[in-house]
């Protein structure tokens, strides 16, 4: 039987993170996302010239709200960014790192653009995989911060966030002189999320640079919202649209482990199966809807998930 | 929508002296306009003036390819003009045109299967263009048949159902627009639908063309329209055309769509 395959128009743009010595930056090595002429994990299309990047969450605070199930796996490292990334490097084989600046949001520790661009050379120092930097979702203090922030990685390549139509002008400019990435957010709506492509290119943004987000939703929670809207994009992306033809990542961890599912304790709902599987499991069903919808890059948080995610995306792309 | 500019043309009178004197820099100064106005390709023609049509179209396809890539449709019905211009060609070329008589058929499409060019069809023969759409069909329905015995691809062949210039035609512009939406059903894949778009105003009031043009491509466009052949640099045209595109849920909205197009 003659074996139909489905020829698209156009690829999905290759984002290259991080940078080596010979490009300015202090990485071993670059990963690459996207590049894709087709769907993933179709055998024998030879489509996917790179395979999705698991990257692992680390904050510049001990994150108060993670339950134990989460914080165990981490021990005392969760108090030095540092000493995080690397455990999450070293023992957890992670190949990205993404720094979440949770401290600098006003209601938090509301920290300094200065002691954010101080963490941030420290885990370049002590790691030397691309690193992912979002900020804390309070925009005029993310801008702030993402000045000095863009500064500090200069030459790394990094991938910086969060532009939303609101807020993506200070982002793109830093991102811009720093010669860095960035991730560009619409509120799972696919036709503002071209918008804010062609607003961010239209600031001579290179569309190479772009990395798509569509509010992720975890597992329960309006996965099939994010699912769908990703599907759509990448199709469009394939189809010939420019401004979608771009990688996407989903942040799964920070979705999951704010469910009550993953939250709540044995002594409370024993009959959902014991706490210290159940958040690590949820995680990685999220992470796997996501692998099937085009994810390129997924943020985790889960040691355990982490390693199963990974073992996923071999497994689908065995021939 | 696959576009391509119409202003190379020696039926202008730029155009025709610029052969005459081989001045470059006119045609292709033109070819940059409309590149950058929007268009996809571009439509080379000597013109009717040119006494010696062959070494007229290779002086005009080199001088294009000298300074831009992109898909040229060589407009000639003479065999020797068309194959200089084909054999000067960087990107995949569109030989423009054939018509449904079979001596003409066997003559160009053997040569686009020499050349790996597409072609497009004209919906007339040695009778003329057929006053309805019935017989449109038919003869395009000859024009695939013979391409799929020449071995060419039936997506790279293009067919022109013809329009006549509405003052004298009036009723011809509904019988394209059927045609047109008939060919869709012809074959599997289908042939795809272009038109000279700019004959449907010819001889009208200069006031007017604009706007005969831009309706009738519109109208076109919701009938499924792929190509036409048309003034890339009439911006109102090409917005005109990306919006009903928009409308045809052919482009994904957004409040940039006229930029993000364009941006492809």
New interface residues.
């Given amino acids: 039987m003659e074996r139909m395959i489905e020829k698209w128009q156009d690829r999905i743009s290759e984002v290259t993170l991080g940078a080596v010595k010979e490009s300015g930056g202090t990485r071993a090595s670059t990963v690459k996302i996207g590049g894709e002429s087709g769907i993933y994990f179709l055998k024998g299309e030879d489509a996917c010239p790179n395979l999705p990047v698991v990257a692992m969450e680390v904050w510049d605070m001990e994150p108060e709200n993670w339950p134990d199930a989460l914080k165990s796996n981490f021990g005392s490292a969760l108090k030095d960014p540092a000493e995080w990334a690397k455990m999450c490097v070293e023992k957890f084989k992670a190949g990205v790192i993404c720094l979440r600046l949770a401290s600098i949001h006003p209601d938090t520790k509301n920290s300094s653009a200065e002691e954010a661009g101080k963490t941030l050379e420290k885990i370049l120092k002590a790691v030397n995989v691309p690193l992912v930097i979002i900020g804390s979702g309070a925009h005029e203090k993310d801008n702030e911060v993402v000045v000095r922030c863009s500064e500090a990685a200069r030459g790394e390549n990094c991938l910086f966030g969060i532009a939303v139509q609101a807020s993506y002008k200070t982002l793109t400019a830093a991102c811009l002189s720093g010669g860095h990435c960035i991730i560009s957010e619409a509120p799972i709506d696919?036709?503002?999320a071209?918008?804010l492509n062609?607003?961010i290119?239209?600031m001579q943004f290179p569309s190479d640079k772009i990395v798509i987000h569509h509010a992720t939703g975890a597992l329960g929670y309006g996965l099939e919202y994010t699912y769908s809207i990703m599907e759509r994009t990448r199709l469009?992306g394939l189809s010939?649209?420019?401004?979608?033809s771009m990688p996407m990542i989903n942040f799964v961890g920070q979705e999951v482990w704010r469910t009550k599912e993953a939250k709540t304790g044995d002594e409370v709902a024993a009959e959902w199966g014991p706490a210290r599987d159940r958040g690590a499991l949820l995680e990685t069903a999220t992470a796997c809807s996501y692998l099937n919808a085009g994810a390129d890059i997924l943020v985790m948080n889960h040691p355990k998930a982490v390693e199963e995610t990974k073992k996923v995306i071999k497994d689908l792309c065995k021939v | 929508m696959f576009i391509i500019g119409e202003r190379i043309n020696g039926m202008f009178k730029d155009v025709a002296e610029a052969i005459k004197k081989k001045d470059k820099a006119v045609i292709q100064s033109l070819a940059k306009k409309q590149i950058a106005a929007g268009a996809n390709a571009l439509d080379v023609n000597v013109g009717p003036a040119s006494d010696n049509p062959k070494e007229a179209m290779g002086w005009l396809v080199k001088t294009i390819t000298d300074i831009a890539d992109i898909t040229l449709a060589i407009d000639t019905t003479k065999k020797d003009a068309m194959e200089a211009g084909l054999n000067l060609c960087k990107s995949k070329p569109i030989i423009n045109s054939v018509n449904a008589n079979e001596d003409k058929m066997d003559t160009f499409f053997a040569l686009a299967k020499k050349y790996n060019a597409s072609v497009i069809g004209l919906t007339m023969d040695k009778s003329g263009i057929p006053k309805d759409s019935e017989g449109r069909l038919e003869l395009a329905m000859k024009i695939v048949a013979s391409a799929m015995e020449h071995g060419i691809d039936i997506s790279d062949l293009y067919i022109d159902a013809v329009i006549l210039p509405v003052n004298v035609a009036q009723a011809h512009a509904q019988e394209v627009l059927k045609t047109i939406r008939e060919l869709k059903i012809l074959a599997d894949p289908a042939p795809k639908a272009i038109l000279g778009l700019s004959n449907v105003s010819q001889g009208s009031n200069e006031r007017l063309k604009p706007l005969i043009n831009r309706t009738f491509l519109v109208m076109a466009i919701a009938s499924g329209l792929d190509a036409a052949i048309m003034d890339a640099d009439d911006k109102g045209l090409t917005d005109a055309a990306i919006t009903a595109e928009l409308l045809m849920e052919k482009?994904?909205?957004?409040?940039?769509f006229l930029?993000?197009y364009r941006?492809?």
């Fill in positions: 696919i036709n503002i071209k918008q062609i607003l290119c239209g469009a010939g649209d420019k401004m979608l | 482009q994904l909205y957004c409040d940039s930029d993000a941006k492809r």
